[in-house]
């Protein structure tokens, strides 16, 4: 199974400071056909996931553009250019290349 | 709109069955994979199961094969958990979820919460 390591577990932010989350995967995610297999999903509080980034740094529909994921191969990272109140929960990403489809712990980020 | 929606869920002894349903609405159900996640309390997520369009390919995660089944009615938008031979290790919100060829896991139900104890 492909081991999904993410860095740090929990952060906490002052509003309009930048956020980064890193993701690292015990295999390249890079798929035959050159497209790689990352997301990202945002759980809120009380909440069911929520799909951010798909295919590393693709926004899916109505992702503020505050959002941006980057990387490639085993090393990616989630990336928030100004943290707002409405950005708190847990951020998990997963790989979709090979089954079983695993995630990585999640990071918990926290509003100072 | 996409909408998925979870129910079945409950309390059930160690060793018992649960069915789960998750009644799907706003997209062609027949045209996308289909999958269950869980979370058990306090912890990550556990992708359990996929499903293809028309059922003919099902897969598992090595800690549910044999026990749990997954399955599918298109007729009546439907996705299914058929869960026997639980174990309080099974204790879980489970959410089933949509598989966009492209975007991936794109659309989530909220979650039924599985009980398992004595």
């Known amino acids: 199974d492909i081991v999904m390591t993410q860095t740090p577990l929990s952060l906490s932010v002052t509003p309009g400071q930048p956020a980064s989350i890193s993701c690292k995967s015990s295999?390249?995610?890079?798929?035959?056909?050159?497209?790689?297999?990352l997301y990202w999903f945002l759980q809120k509080p009380g909440q069911s996931p929520q799909l951010l980034i798909y295919?590393?740094?693709s926004r899916f529909s109505g992702l503020p553009d505050r959002f941006s994921g980057s990387g490639s191969g085993t090393d990616f990272t989630l990336k928030i250019s100004r943290v707002e109140a409405e950005d708190v929960g847990l951020y998990y990403c997963m790989q979709g290349k090979q089954l079983p489809y695993t995630f990585g712990q999640g990071t918990k980020l926290e509003i100072k | 709109e996409v909408q998925l929606a979870e129910s079945g869920g409950g309390l059930v002894q160690p060793g018992g069955s649960l069915r789960l349903s998750c009644a799907a609405s706003g997209f062609t159900f027949s045209n996308y994979w289909m999958t269950w996640v869980r979370q058990a309390p306090g912890k990550g997520l556990e992708w359990l199961a996929n499903?293809?369009?028309?059922?003919?390919?099902?897969y598992y995660v090595d800690s549910v094969k044999g026990r749990f089944t997954i399955s599918r009615d298109s007729a009546k938008n439907s996705l299914f958990l058929q869960m026997n031979r639980l174990r309080v290790e099974d204790t879980a919100v489970y959410y089933c979820a949509r598989i966009d060829l492209l975007t991936g896991l794109d659309f989530w139900g909220l979650g039924t919460l599985v009980t398992v104890s004595s």
């Open positions: 499903i293809k369009q028309d059922g003919s390919e099902t």
């Open positions: 295919e590393v740094s």
């Open positions: 295999q390249s995610l890079q798929q035959s056909d050159g497209a790689t297999s």
